[in-house]
């Protein structure tokens, strides 16, 4: 039997990177399990697996604090980095 845990992060852009929203996804055996959205600002459960992983993330304002800067830190960053050869692109 084969377990898999991986993570996926996203960044998605509204009027170029005028609003900008992260999420990082948590997944176990293809299922999601805790996500956070910087929408939101906090790490959400989706399963009861989640739960405990959740309540520790958001325990942690070291770990909050980096998910939240996320936006501008990872999203903007690497915006700025690929726009002139996929934005821009003519």
Not at 20 to 33: A, G
Not at 67 to 79: G, S
């Amino acid at each position: 039997e084969v377990f898999q845990e991986y993570g996926e992060s996203e960044c998605q852009f509204f009027n170029g990177s005028e609003r900008v929203r992260f999420v990082d996804r948590y997944i176990y055996n293809r299922e999601l399990y805790t996500h956070f959205d910087s929408d939101v600002g906090l790490y959400v459960a989706d399963t009861p697996l989640g739960v405990p992983q959740a309540e520790y993330y958001n325990s942690r304002e070291d770990v909050l604090e980096d998910a939240r800067a996320a936006v501008d830190t990872f999203c903007r960053h690497n915006y700025r980095g690929v726009t002139p050869f996929t934005v821009e692109r003519k």
